[in-house]
C-alpha cells in the first residue's frame, strides 16, 4: 500500500482531468492502485477510467464523484460515503463494500402512470408507462418499463 499525500493526489487528479479533457492526448491517466486514500475527501472528483484497483478508500469522501468506468477492482470501500457518485460501467468485483453509503434514486415513478420519451434512430416516441407497467432504472437515468402506450412519434426536429 503506497502513502499519497494531498499534493502528490491533486497534481494526480489534475494531470487526470487535463487527460479526460484532451482526448487522453494531454496529462495522464490517474493509477492510483493500490494507493492508501482512507479518509480522503474526494467528493465531486473527476476519476472516470481512473485505476483504483486495489486502493484503500476506507472511509473516503466519494459523494458526487465521477467514478463512470474506473477501475475499482478489489479496493476497500468499507464506509466510504457513495452518495449521488456515478457509478456508471464501474469495475467493482472483489471490491469491500460492507458499511458503504450509497444512494441511487430511481429514474422513474415507483406508482402511477407517467410519460416517458424514447430516441429510436432519427424519431422521438413519446411513451405513456402504464400503472401496471414493471419499471426499473439501475444505476442510470433510464427508465426501463414492461409495457407502455405510443402516444406520438415525431422526428429529432420536432416535426411530425
Not at 434514486?105 to 402512470?113: H, L, Q, Y
Amino acid at each position: 500500500m503506497r502513502n499519497v499525500s494531498n499534493n502528490e493526489l491533486n497534481k494526480i487528479l489534475e494531470q487526470h482531468l487535463a487527460w479526460i479533457r484532451s482526448g487522453g492526448n494531454k496529462g495522464a491517466r490517474a493509477d492510483l492502485s493500490g494507493a492508501n486514500l482512507s479518509g480522503a475527501d474526494l467528493r465531486y472528483a473527476i476519476l472516470n477510467y481512473a485505476d483504483l484497483r486495489y486502493a484503500n478508500l476506507r472511509d473516503a469522501i466519494l459523494r458526487s464523484a465521477d467514478l463512470r468506468s474506473a477501475d475499482l477492482k478489489y479496493a476497500d470501500l468499507s464506509g466510504a460515503d457513495l452518495k449521488n457518485a456515478i457509478l456508471i460501467h464501474t469495475r467493482l468485483s472483489g471490491a469491500i463494500l460492507e458499511g458503504t453509503k450509497i444512494f441511487i434514486p430511481i429514474a422513474c415513478p415507483e406508482e402511477g402512470s407517467f410519460i416517458g420519451y424514447k430516441k429510436c434512430g432519427k424519431y422521438i416516441i413519446k411513451l405513456r408507462i402504464t400503472e401496471t407497467s414493471k419499471r426499473c432504472s439501475s444505476t442510470s437515468r433510464k427508465c426501463r418499463c414492461s409495457e407502455a402506450e405510443v402516444l406520438s412519434i415525431t422526428n429529432l426536429d420536432g416535426t411530425s
